[in-house]
Nanobody, 115 residues
């Protein structure tokens, strides 16, 4: 059975950093296109960053230069390094792994940026 679990969220001050992890079991993570999404209260879910099976990365304009997505194939984990965090980065962050029509979601991890 496939399980996707996010971790690493928490409370951080503006300007701080967090690293989120998306760990998957039961699948070969490197074969999947992985996206980190976030949903803030009262807002629609948005794609923050993604990495393809060939390690091509893309970022939302709002996080370019501050967030970095990466993948550790040996540990079946995708990371989201978040630096220079802003108040508006507060949201539940979830990861999605997709291969063709197959799609898996985790339950998310809460990131709160507050002074």
């Amino acid at each position: 059975q496939v399980q996707v679990v996010e971790s690493g969220g928490g409370l951080v001050q503006p300007g701080g950093s967090l690293r989120l992890s998306c760990s998957a079991s039961g699948i070969i993570v490197s074969m999947y296109h992985t996206g980190w999404y976030r949903q803030a209260p009262g807002k629609q879910r948005e794609l923050v960053a993604s990495i393809t099976s060939t390690a091509v990365t893309t970022y939302a304009d709002s996080v370019k230069g501050r967030f970095t997505i990466s993948r550790d194939n040996a540990n079946y984990t995708v990371y989201l390094q978040m630096n220079s965090l802003k108040l508006e980065d507060t949201a539940v962050y979830s990861c999605n792994l997709q291969w063709g029509i197959v799609s898996y979601w985790g339950k998310g991890t809460l990131v709160t940026v507050s002074s």
